[in-house]
Nanobody, 123 residues
């Protein structure tokens, strides 16, 4: 089973950018569909973005489309989430996840999760 470790979170101002990283070990990310989710205080964990194991298919939530981009570096066995034009409503703990399904956007489809990284956007 794959192990996932997120990094790159922090405190930024509205309009700033951040790049989150998800380092995988145990298995290669190219054999999984990888996803990013986020959870704000008092809210459900929600889908942010996903990339199929082929790398050819991606999906982004409407709330982040045009601002966030998921990508993958197979050589580093790492998945990224580039976040631009950050808004206070993007504040949440961000989680990396993996699934063997071809493409998935539902939380319950993902079986492996990282510990999360906090992103806080001040206005």
């Amino acid at each position: 089973q794959v192990q996932l470790v997120e990094s790159g979170g922090g405190l930024v101002q509205a309009g700033d950018s951040l790049r989150l990283s998800c380092a995988a070990s145990g298995r290669t990310v190219s054999t999984y569909t990888m996803g990013w989710f986020r959870q704000a205080p008092g809210k459900e964990r929600e889908f942010v973005a996903a990339m199929s194991y082929s790398g050819f298919s991606t999906s982004h939530a409407d709330s982040v489309k045009g601002r966030f981009t998921i990508s993958r570096d197979n050589a580093k066995n790492t998945v990224y989430l580039q976040m631009n034009s950050l808004k206070p409503e993007d504040t949440a703990v961000y989680y990396c996840a993996a699934t063997t399904k071809f493409i998935a956007t539902v939380r319950t489809d993902f079986g492996s999760w990282g510990q999360g990284t906090q992103v806080t956007v001040s206005s």
